[in-house]
């Protein structure tokens, strides 16, 4: 009876101290649903206004500042590594008067029609009654409307003279110079012109249709559509070559997007795919579904790095000699700013740790790989261990389900895809080209709404995939692709990848190469004459 009556005099005598931590923890989530209840309010206000702000998550300059700064107080010793980032950035410029800008010259190789223009003195006098004692000359940019040129091809039958009546005379004539889509009535140029300004420019068939007939011709949709269906059987070994190529580097950068698939009485769901192989090749590919199936298909048994979101999708690429998965601080950041709307405070110390990673990539973005490496080591590192810290502190003060409480589970969750940048200085630490060039995809998808069929959607990813790798290399994708159509039909498939964007500088300047080009007289058609 001694011993219980102590064991509750030692509850009683903790009752006080339980009852104020039950009171605190109520007090904190009151408050953290308050927060939440604020939040829902204002988007709610948000969506009856029709004013839902930017999708680009970005701190105004005065708090990118001060988060840095916080994080300098906190590093102490670590301080002068974020210093070090912000002031690399910043340079002292001499004072200077600003020169009056110049006009650029129009390009020599447009074509040029002379007008001469007379005083009204000289009109009414004649040339003989003056003399010439200067000129000036002035350009102009004028817009007439498309060219387009009919290539009249004319090929003539001949026999000897010797053998005219004979039984068995021979009879000699020029083969047809073959055409990118055997037996059609287009040429390699205005076949490049309808890929560019669907898949470039964005123009759905409609408006592609509407565009010719307004020059004068008439192409259906459907016929317009034929082409590029035909066409993709011809281009398609050359980006099953950039692909090929794609699994040989030593990291990739993947990401999805979804798109409308047209069908009877209601369009189904797709997918849009990229594979980035930064500074190398753009590929897209398109699936019906978003699983690991389609997944495989983009990567068939790769082994290197992956930059790529926390998608299930992508788990079951990654193990033991499989792919190695590196994260993306982007994601990262996008989770802590949604958590930072509701509690500005509290989140600044880890979203100064974010910008100040940023900060550190942005000064030795063109740094050689050991430059980079000792770089991260020094200042990136620590950092990472800071933000990772105030993860583990905070964790059990979170409440479920709320911003804060996400951001930490992202964290905890991807903690060494995270850090995997720390161990390969070519790695980025971040998956953004993927993203911007997926922008490719949602902007023709605002335009043209969906595709029309499964096969529409490969077709699409086929050309999409040229004219962004062509932006990598900043090839004009026109005259690019024009080339590759007069050159495709007789070029070796195992030397295809010569044809690629990031092979083409070097393979149009071959001789062999120029002399091809220089043969073809439907390119020679679209070259433009001074």
């Given at each position: 009876m001694v011993e219980l009556s102590t064991e509750l005099a030692a509850i009683v005598t903790r009752l006080p101290e339980l009852d104020a931590q039950v009171v605190s923890r109520i007090e904190r989530e009151r408050d953290e649903y308050r927060k939440l209840y604020m939040l829902a309010r204002e988007e709610i206000a948000q969506l009856k206004r029709g004013l839902i702000g930017q999708k680009a998550q970005r701190l105004p300059d005065n708090d990118a500042q001060l988060s840095l700064a916080i994080l300098g107080l906190l590093l102490g010793e670590g301080q002068s590594a974020v210093a070090t980032g912000d002031e690399a950035r910043t340079q002292a410029i001499a004072a200077h008067e600003r020169r009056k800008p110049v006009r650029r010259p129009l390009p020599e190789n447009l074509p040029r029609i002379t007008i001469e223009v007379v005083p009204p003195e000289v009109e009414r006098e004649g040339l003989d009654a003056f003399t010439v004692i200067g000129v000036d000359k002035r350009e102009t940019a004028e817009r007439r409307p498309a060219s387009v040129v009919v290539v009249e091809m004319i090929k003539k039958k001949f026999i000897r003279k010797s053998e005219v009546g004979g039984l068995d005379t021979e009879v000699f004539q020029a083969e047809t110079p073959e055409l990118p889509i055997p037996r059609s009535n287009v040429g390699?140029?205005?076949?490049?012109?309808?890929?560019?300004?669907?898949?470039?420019?964005?123009?759905p068939l409609h408006r592609l249709e509407d565009i010719y007939r307004r020059d004068g011709l008439e192409f259906n949709r459907s016929t317009i559509c034929g082409w590029h269906m035909q066409l993709a059987d011809l281009v398609r070994p050359l980006i099953e070559a950039m692909h090929a190529d794609c699994l040989r580097q030593?990291?990739?950068?993947?990401?999805a997007t979804g798109v409308l698939v047209q069908h009877p009485g209601r369009c189904k769901n797709?997918?849009?795919w990229v594979l980035v192989a930064p500074k190398l090749h753009v590929l897209f590919k398109f699936s019906l579904k978003h699983d690991a199936a389609a997944v495989d298909e983009l990567l068939p048994d790769y082994k290197g790095y992956l930059i790529a979101d926390a998608h299930k999708v992508y788990d079951h690429l990654f193990g033991d000699g499989k792919a190695t998965e590196a994260g993306c601080w982007s994601h990262m950041r996008k989770y802590v700013l949604e958590a930072l709307t509701i509690e500005p405070e509290r989140l600044r110390e880890p979203m100064a740790c974010i910008q100040a990673l940023f900060v550190i990539e942005r000064d030795i973005d063109r740094a050689p790989p050991l430059t980079r490496s000792r770089a991260r080591n020094e200042k990136s590192k620590p950092i990472v261990e800071k933000f990772f810290a105030w993860c583990e502190q905070e964790k059990e003060h979170a409440l479920e389900d709320s911003p804060l409480h996400a951001a930490i589970r992202y964290a905890t969750n991807q903690r060494p895809a995270l850090e995997r940048f720390l161990e390969d200085p070519r790695l980025p630490i971040h998956n953004n080209s993927s993203e911007l060039n997926l922008r490719r995809q949602a902007i023709g998808r605002k335009n043209w709404l969906f595709v029309g069929n499964e096969e529409g959607g490969h077709v699409n990813t086929l050309f999409v995939s040229l004219l962004?790798?062509?932006?990598?290399?900043?090839?004009?994708?026109?005259?690019y692709l024009r080339d590759i159509?007069?050159?495709l039909p007789r070029w070796p498939v195992h030397h295809v990848l010569e044809l690629a964007p990031a092979n083409w500088s070097t393979t149009y300047a071959r001789d062999d190469v120029q002399a091809k080009l220089a043969a073809n007289v439907y390119r020679q058609a679209t070259l433009t004459q001074a």
């Amino acid at each position: 009876m001694v011993e219980l009556s102590t064991e509750l005099a030692a509850i009683v005598t903790r009752l006080p101290e339980l009852d104020a931590q039950v009171v605190s923890r109520i007090e904190r989530e009151r408050d953290e649903y308050r927060k939440l209840y604020m939040l829902a309010r204002e988007e709610i206000a948000q969506l009856k206004r029709g004013l839902i702000g930017q999708k680009a998550q970005r701190l105004p300059d005065n708090d990118a500042q001060l988060s840095l700064a916080i994080l300098g107080l906190l590093l102490g010793e670590g301080q002068s590594a974020v210093a070090t980032g912000d002031e690399a950035r910043t340079q002292a410029i001499a004072a200077h008067e600003r020169r009056k800008p110049v006009r650029r010259p129009l390009p020599e190789n447009l074509p040029r029609i002379t007008i001469e223009v007379v005083p009204p003195e000289v009109e009414r006098e004649g040339l003989d009654a003056f003399t010439v004692i200067g000129v000036d000359k002035r350009e102009t940019a004028e817009r007439r409307p498309a060219s387009v040129v009919v290539v009249e091809m004319i090929k003539k039958k001949f026999i000897r003279k010797s053998e005219v009546g004979g039984l068995d005379t021979e009879v000699f004539q020029a083969e047809t110079p073959e055409l990118p889509i055997p037996r059609s009535n287009v040429g390699p140029g205005f076949l490049a012109d309808s890929i560019v300004k669907r898949w470039q420019d964005h123009l759905p068939l409609h408006r592609l249709e509407d565009i010719y007939r307004r020059d004068g011709l008439e192409f259906n949709r459907s016929t317009i559509c034929g082409w590029h269906m035909q066409l993709a059987d011809l281009v398609r070994p050359l980006i099953e070559a950039m692909h090929a190529d794609c699994l040989r580097q030593p990291y990739l950068c993947t990401d999805a997007t979804g798109v409308l698939v047209q069908h009877p009485g209601r369009c189904k769901n797709g997918h849009f795919w990229v594979l980035v192989a930064p500074k190398l090749h753009v590929l897209f590919k398109f699936s019906l579904k978003h699983d690991a199936a389609a997944v495989d298909e983009l990567l068939p048994d790769y082994k290197g790095y992956l930059i790529a979101d926390a998608h299930k999708v992508y788990d079951h690429l990654f193990g033991d000699g499989k792919a190695t998965e590196a994260g993306c601080w982007s994601h990262m950041r996008k989770y802590v700013l949604e958590a930072l709307t509701i509690e500005p405070e509290r989140l600044r110390e880890p979203m100064a740790c974010i910008q100040a990673l940023f900060v550190i990539e942005r000064d030795i973005d063109r740094a050689p790989p050991l430059t980079r490496s000792r770089a991260r080591n020094e200042k990136s590192k620590p950092i990472v261990e800071k933000f990772f810290a105030w993860c583990e502190q905070e964790k059990e003060h979170a409440l479920e389900d709320s911003p804060l409480h996400a951001a930490i589970r992202y964290a905890t969750n991807q903690r060494p895809a995270l850090e995997r940048f720390l161990e390969d200085p070519r790695l980025p630490i971040h998956n953004n080209s993927s993203e911007l060039n997926l922008r490719r995809q949602a902007i023709g998808r605002k335009n043209w709404l969906f595709v029309g069929n499964e096969e529409g959607g490969h077709v699409n990813t086929l050309f999409v995939s040229l004219l962004a790798s062509c932006a990598v290399h900043r090839i004009e994708p026109w005259a690019y692709l024009r080339d590759i159509l007069c050159l495709l039909p007789r070029w070796p498939v195992h030397h295809v990848l010569e044809l690629a964007p990031a092979n083409w500088s070097t393979t149009y300047a071959r001789d062999d190469v120029q002399a091809k080009l220089a043969a073809n007289v439907y390119r020679q058609a679209t070259l433009t004459q001074a």
